[in-house]
């Protein structure tokens, strides 16, 4: 995870469940479109997007796009 490349994407995808996670997690996946386990999204890779990604990373599997 390199924080200071600020060009290209992300793919997020959710492999875990969210029952049992704190309501400011669940919330953080839903704002980037996860909500089922298997979902994913694409999202610009920025600091906002690297903010969520850090929140739920025990949630998550990330792939960086060029």
């Known amino acids: 995870m390199n924080l200071g ?3 290209g994407s992300v793919e ?3 492999i875990k ?3 049992g ?3 400011d997690q669940i919330a ?3 704002s980037l479109g996860l909500r089922k386990i298997g979902n994913s ?3 610009p890779d920025n600091p906002q997007t690297r903010g969520k990604i ?3 990373s025990h949630l ?3 792939t960086e796009n060029a």
Do not use: D, M
Request: aromatic fraction near 0%.
């Open 60 to 62: 998550i599997e990330v």
């Open 21 to 23: 996670a704190k309501k």
């Open 12 to 14: 997020i995808k959710l």
């Open 28 to 30: 953080t996946a839903e």
């Open 41 to 43: 999204t694409t999202q």
């Open 54 to 56: 850090k929140k739920i």
């Open 5 to 7: 490349k600020n060009n």
């Open 17 to 19: 469940s969210l029952i």
